[in-house]
C-alpha cells in the first residue's frame, strides 16, 4: 500500500529555530492531518486541513493544504525542547473514506 | 474522559498462540480503526468499523480478525500469533468516517 513520502526523516535543530517539513504524493487527498507522537505514545492530533489551500496555525505550528492537493507543509517556529518527538502526517483521499495514509514521520530533535 | 483505552499495554506471545486485543473509547464516536506501526513503516490500516455493525479491512488484514462489540468496543484478534506481527498497535476512533482520528496509547506486542 502507498504511504506518504515525507521530509526530512529526522532533523537536529537548536532551541529557537524554526522548523520546516513537508508530505508529498503522487495522488490527491481531500484531507491532512499532522500528528505528533512522544515515545510510548500514541499520535496526538495537531492541525487538520480540509480544503486545497488551507493555512491554519496552533500556537507555534502552521501547516498548509497544498494547492495541488498532493502535498502539505508543517512548520514549527521558535522551536523549545518539547517540541522532540515524532510528526506524522496523514491524508485522506477521494472514496476512501475512513482510511487513512500515514507518512513515514520525521523525527525532531531539540538541542538547548 | 478517558478518550480511546486500549489494553494491554504490553504483550509478549509464542508463536501460534491467539489472543485478543481490547478497545474502548468514551466519546461517542461512530468509526474505529486498527493500525500497526512498524520502525520505519508510520502506521499502517489493519482494519476499521465505519459504525457500528460494520468492518473492512485495511492495508494489512491478513493473519487479523476484528469484532466491532458496540459503539464503544473494537477488538482485534491474532488467532495463530507469527514473528511478523511483532510491532505496536493502535487503536484509533473518529465522530464520523470523513473525520480526524484521535489515538490510544498502544499495545506493543512480541511474538517470539
Known amino acids: 500500500g502507498q504511504q506518504l513520502n515525507q521530509s526530512p526523516q529526522s532533523m537536529f535543530i537548536q532551541e529557537g529555530e524554526d522548523v520546516s517539513m513537508n508530505c508529498t504524493s503522487s495522488?490527491?487527498?481531500?484531507?491532512w492531518l499532522w500528528y505528533k507522537q512522544d515515545p510510548g505514545e500514541g499520535p496526538v492530533l495537531l492541525i487538520a486541513?480540509?480544503?486545497?489551500?488551507e493555512l491554519t496555525s496552533n500556537g507555534r505550528l502552521t501547516a498548509q493544504f497544498g494547492i495541488t492537493r498532493k502535498d502539505s507543509f508543517l512548520n514549527i517556529s521558535a522551536s523549545i525542547p518539547s517540541d522532540v518527538g515524532i510528526y506524522f502526517c496523514?491524508?485522506?483521499?477521494?472514496?476512501?473514506?475512513?482510511?487513512?495514509?500515514f507518512g513515514t514521520g520525521t523525527r525532531l530533535q531539540v538541542t538547548l | 474522559n478517558a478518550g480511546v483505552t486500549q489494553t494491554p499495554k504490553f504483550q509478549v506471545l509464542k508463536t501460534g498462540q491467539s489472543m485478543t486485543l481490547q478497545c474502548a473509547q468514551d466519546?461517542?464516536?461512530?468509526?474505529m480503526y486498527w493500525y500497526r506501526q512498524d520502525p520505519g513503516m508510520g502506521l499502517r490500516l489493519i482494519y476499521y468499523s465505519a459504525s457500528e455493525g460494520t468492518t473492512d479491512k485495511g492495508e494489512v488484514p491478513n493473519g487479523y480478525n476484528v469484532s466491532r462489540l458496540n459503539k464503544r468496543e473494537f477488538s482485534l484478534r491474532l488467532e495463530s500469533a507469527a514473528p511478523s506481527q511483532t510491532s505496536v498497535y493502535f487503536c484509533?476512533?473518529?465522530?464520523?468516517?470523513?473525520?480526524?482520528?484521535?489515538f490510544g496509547q498502544g499495545t506493543r506486542l512480541t511474538v517470539v
Open positions: 466519546m461517542n464516536h461512530n468509526s
Open positions: 484509533a476512533s473518529s465522530k464520523t468516517k470523513n473525520t480526524e482520528a484521535f
Open positions: 495522488s490527491i487527498f481531500n484531507t
Open positions: 486541513l480540509y480544503k486545497a489551500g
Open positions: 496523514a491524508g485522506q483521499k477521494p472514496g476512501t473514506a475512513s482510511k487513512l495514509t
